[in-house]
């Protein structure tokens, strides 16, 4: 039985991380010499499906069931045909719902890839190119829509494939998704391309410094004049190296913080608004679902489900 002491302690909310070394063949896994681009498929419920983090990225598709998918920050409804692919140590978990009572056998379509070998292949071959404005984005999530189709016929194709014939089909699955424009990001806020690397450094610059510093004030004006620009021309650079304009994005930013702490801690709503850089509630609440769609406290009580059952182990 628990101690007093145990209860008044905080409950373990932290992404689990999955190491290669622990993706047995019996639960499903290729073996890692298989080569770059590996398949997974599982029913529900599996231990395979937890709160989790790795250094892999993975495109789900999901055949079977609907539920809560929990991708990042990020919560929402999934059906069959929901595609998402996650970046590198994005956590995430699907939660389904309406489950039969033996369950399911298989209820996701999992292509596992790592980045390195893209991108180092991408300094060679400039037709790879082509996809790594889309796996930047991919470290907030991505859902894609209308592919569900194509999707599991290039899911079978890959996973019928080894070899160069493997690659060869797994690239014609990147490339789908690459030219797909009917997406959205799931987590976070949105970083797009600056026009150069000094643009960029000042972008990234500004960005650590909201990120490092959320509670303290900024405003537009101070960070134009230290950048030496007017306000209407930082404007400008802003949301073309974001997509986002100033205030939105600082107020993104924080909520993002915010959700960080209602899911892995257990500090009331009333003090994480002034931790994160709100002078008020009332503005706290209403920014907060402008973006998420939620109040915080009912993201923090649909968070806890992403754990699964009983806030343990199996997404």
Not at 82 to 89: E, Q
Not at 110 to 132: D, G, S, T, Y
Not at 173 to 197: E, F, I, K, W
Not at 230 to 246: C, I, L, P, Q, Y
């Amino acid at each position: 039985m628990a101690s007093a002491r145990d209860r008044h302690l905080p409950r373990q909310r932290q992404p689990e991380l999955e190491h290669d070394y622990a993706r047995s063949t019996s639960l499903g896994y290729e073996a890692p010499e298989t080569g770059v681009v590996r398949c997974l498929s599982h029913g529900f419920p599996t231990p395979l499906a937890r709160w989790h983090f790795h250094d892999e990225y993975e495109l789900h598709l999901i055949v079977a069931t609907s539920g809560k998918a929990f991708v990042g920050d990020w919560i929402g409804p999934f059906q069959p045909g929901h595609l998402v692919l996650t970046g590198p140590r994005l956590p995430h978990n699907w939660i389904s719902m309406d489950l039969p009572e033996a369950g399911v056998a298989e209820r996701d379509l999992v292509i596992q890839f790592a980045h390195e070998p893209i991108e180092r292949a991408a300094e060679q071959i400039p037709e790879l190119a082509e996809v790594l404005p889309m796996l930047e984005r991919a470290k907030h999530g991505i859902e894609f829509f209308g592919l569900s189709q194509r999707a599991h016929e290039h899911w079978q194709r890959v996973k019928a494939a080894r070899g160069i014939q493997r690659f060869g089909a797994f690239c014609e699955y990147l490339a789908d998704l690459a030219r797909c424009t009917d997406y959205r990001l799931l987590s976070a806020v949105q970083m797009q391309g600056a026009d150069d690397d000094a643009q960029m450094d000042q972008i990234n610059a500004i960005v650590s410094r909201i990120t490092e510093h959320i509670a303290q004030p900024v405003s537009l004006a101070d960070v134009a004049a230290e950048l030496g620009m007017s306000e209407s021309r930082f404007s400008r650079f802003f949301r073309r190296a974001t997509g986002n304009n100033f205030t939105d994005f600082v107020n993104r930013v924080r909520i993002n913080r915010a959700c960080q702490l209602l899911m892995e801690t257990d500090r009331y709503v009333t003090h994480i608004c002034y931790e994160v850089g709100f002078n008020n509630v009332a503005n706290f609440n209403r920014r907060f679902l402008e973006i998420k769609g939620m109040t915080p406290s009912e993201f923090r009580r649909q968070a806890d489900h992403r754990f699964g059952g009983g806030g343990a182990a199996p997404g």
